[in-house]
């Protein structure tokens, strides 16, 4: 999956839009070839300026599509209470990273089908322009990359952006988790068999075995002369087995700790502050004496509501400490990311973002009401008794 040496290009309702490096090279080649297929499209020599403008608004629109595919996963997930991080476009398409990994095999389903279905609208929105301006005849010849003087650059343009979308759209679908195909077909093997390790190793296999196949034909197509298609491919499966490999590994995990829940680890007598106090008495009260880097916040109704960091308090000038309340300078959790269900199963919080950020999460029952805190620590030591390793002390 993409590396970590990448670029923030925008914030959209919070979710960082980055693009890794290798990015650059996907455009640059795009670009590159795509002045070439304008050239033969509409039947231009090398000095034509068109090809070129063509090339690069083609470019940034793929761009647009891939992006928008991955919004279309995050905005059905967040909807479904599933925080996306961020979306990183690299050198094969784009990555939403959810938060957390869903609870239902619907979740799943509907999560894992929205970015197919953008792609799709997209690749037929393009189609039903092209048509309008052209007419089917001219369009379909323009699809096939048939010069015909006839052909508009725009034309062209729709037509490629098409293709290009249909052929996404293809991929995306082939059942090789953790491709969207992948996903679905997990999910329908979490509905069958109503569980969800057993279906994530499912998917995860039938992703290997894509996986190897991709390798097989990349090299066959390598031997056979198509040398750029044949390490593409090959390099595809070669990402994929990596990656279906590392769920494999994580659902036999996963499996070993079922039946634990948040509740069975978290520290159920937790230490909170409420709303109303001063940033005084939470300096005194509780930052000098637990010597905590942050509390969770709760209101009157013992509700969770958000984190007090230390800095946050620190920050607050000493004279107008007794004035100002900690609902005034705490951290409002109003993603949800902070917190995590007490009767959740522990797997919930494998790869959970806010919990390797600050050490712990709040545990809320189903009124949001606080029940404890789990911290990271724990979470580990439960992990490590699960896999059998020498018992910890507990605490
Ligand atoms: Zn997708």
Same mark, same amino acid.
């Given at each position: 999956m993409p590396a970590r040496s990448q670029l923030t290009l925008l914030r959209i309702k919070g979710i960082r839009i980055g693009v890794d490096y290798s990015w650059f090279l996907v455009l640059f080649l795009v670009i590159f070839w795509l002045s070439g297929f304008y050239r033969d499209v509409l039947g231009v020599d090398d000095s034509a300026l068109e090809p070129y403008l063509l090339a690069v608004a083609s470019a940034l629109a793929f761009f647009a599509s891939i992006l928008l595919h991955e919004l279309g996963h995050a905005v059905v997930a967040t909807r479904l209470g599933i925080p996306i991080t961020d979306i990183t476009l690299w050198l094969f398409g784009g990555v939403a990273r959810m938060s957390r990994d869903t609870d239902s095999p619907g979740a799943e389903f509907k999560v894992a089908v929205a970015g197919p279905v953008v792609t799709a609208a997209i690749a037929l929105a393009c189609a039903a322009v092209g048509i309008a301006i052209a007419g089917a005849d001219e369009f379909w010849t323009a699809m096939r990359v048939i010069e015909d003087p006839e052909i508009s650059g725009v034309v062209a343009l729709l037509a490629w952006l098409a293709s290009i979308n249909l052929l996404v759209l293809v991929f995306n679908l082939i059942p090789a988790f953790p491709l969207d195909g992948g996903r679905i077909a997990r999910a329908i093997a979490w509905r069958v068999t109503g569980d969800r390790n057993r279906a994530t190793r499912l998917a995860a296999m039938l992703g290997q075995g894509f996986s190897y196949l991709f390798i097989a034909v990349g090299l066959l197509w390598l031997v056979s002369g198509d040398l750029i298609g044949g390490i593409w491919l090959a390099l595809i499966g070669f990402i994929l087995a990596q990656s279906a490999r590392g769920y494999v590994r994580r659902s036999e995990f996963s499996s070993r700790i079922e039946g634990i829940s948040v509740a069975d680890v978290m520290d159920a007598d937790p230490v909170a502050i409420s709303e109303s106090t001063s940033v005084e008495r939470a300096i005194d009260e509780y930052f000098l004496r637990y010597r905590w880097p942050w509390f969770p916040v709760v209101d009157a109704t013992d509700r969770f509501r958000g984190l007090l960091v230390?800095?946050?308090?620190?920050?607050?000038?000493?004279?107008?400490?007794?004035?100002?309340?900690?609902?005034?300078?705490?951290?409002?959790?109003?993603?949800?990311?902070?917190?995590?269900?007490?009767?959740?199963?522990?797997?919930?919080?494998?790869?959970?973002?806010?919990?390797?950020?600050?050490?712990?999460?709040?545990?809320?029952?189903?009124?949001?009401?606080?029940?404890?805190?789990?911290?990271?620590?724990?979470?580990?030591? !439960?992990?490590?008794?699960?896999?059998?390793?020498?018992? !910890?002390?507990?605490?």
């Open positions: 230390r800095e946050a308090a620190d920050a607050v000038p000493e004279p107008t400490r007794s004035q100002q309340t900690v609902g005034e300078v705490f951290e409002l959790d109003a993603s949800g990311t902070l917190r995590v269900r007490a009767d959740a199963p522990l797997e919930t919080l494998l790869g959970n973002d806010a919990l390797r950020r600050l050490g712990g999460l709040a545990a809320v029952d189903a009124d949001g009401r606080l029940r404890g805190v789990v911290t990271a620590d724990r979470v580990g030591r !439960a992990l490590r008794d699960a896999v059998g390793g020498p018992p !910890a002390p507990s605490s």
